[in-house]
């Protein structure tokens, strides 16, 4: 299967940075859990499939010996190789997470953040299972959009998501092949690969205000894919949704709450 559609839809300059800036690190307790669950100190490599800017990635920069970050955007890819340049245990490189250039069993963590619906199951699974040492540990983690901040402004978020799906599924081409969040925790289980598989709960308190959740909204894939298909902002709703956070009463450093579902799986 030919994902390199996927790749492109996290592609330009100017997308990847806005994407790097507006879009929330994991929560530390999310990671730490991964860590108790290898019962190692300190790990000695870390591999994160789907590692985009590297937000993910760096997050467990103090937490592992070496760590590896695959990507196969090269847009997405420049951004992490900014930050690696002066890290000494942090690496990136162009991969799909289905072909991973890394010996059998040599992995003790796969980080999988905000991506695993972009991969195929089947195949991925069966590659991280080639890549972990026994007692390793596969994280899976997704935000939930959009994340907790103003009931009125939630609202228009949907509003302007709902017409995004709506949009999308009148293509002729699909703009992207994606695989369904609800099925990320059956397709881990029903894998045979791992003994032990938990699906868990966390959140993350940023002070973000209007700025961020807009950043947020134009960091979503899906938008972006139609903007650059020729729809105005006009067209998708994304003019309206601008001109409503402009509209609504300040919120310079009002808390934004990001939910995050997990997955830890235990080879």
Not at 37 to 63: F, H, N, R
Not at 219 to 228: E, K, N, P, T, V
Request: hydrophobic content about 40%; overall charge negative; proline content about 6%.
């Amino acid at each position: 299967m030919d994902l390199h559609i996927n790749a492109e839809r996290f592609s330009g300059g100017e997308y990847t940075l806005l994407y790097d800036y507006y879009r929330p690190s994991p929560p530390i307790a999310l990671l730490e859990q991964a860590l108790r669950y290898t019962e190692m100190q300190q790990p000695s490599l870390l591999v994160d499939i789907g590692c985009g800017t590297g937000l993910s990635t760096l997050a467990w920069q103090d937490k592992v010996h070496k760590i590896i970050g695959f990507e196969p955007s090269e847009d997405m890819l420049s951004v992490a190789y900014a930050k690696a340049e002066e890290l000494e245990n942090i690496y990136f490189l162009p991969a799909y997470a289905h072909q991973l250039p890394l010996e059998d069993e040599t992995v003790d963590i796969v980080n999988c953040g905000q991506a695993f619906h972009w991969m195929e199951p089947e195949a991925t699974l069966k590659e991280v299972n080639r890549i972990l040492k026994p007692g390793g540990v596969f994280l899976i983690y997704d935000c939930q959009w959009p994340p907790t901040f103003n009931w009125q402004l939630e609202e228009q978020y949907r509003a302007l998501f709902n017409r995004i799906t709506e949009l999308t599924e009148q293509q002729e081409e699909p703009l992207a092949i994606r695989w369904q969040k609800k099925h990320h925790l059956s397709n881990v289980m029903n894998s045979g690969h791992f003994r032990f598989v938990k699906e868990a709960f966390f959140h993350k308190v940023e002070n973000g205000g209007k700025d961020q959740f807009l950043g947020v909204a134009l960091s979503q894939g899906g938008l972006q894919a139609l903007l650059r298909k020729g729809y105005s902002e006009e067209e998708i709703g994304l003019a309206n949704f601008k001109k409503v956070l402009e509209e609504a009463p300040p919120m310079e450093i009002a808390p934004i709450t990001f939910h995050y579902k997990a997955i830890y799986a235990i080879k």
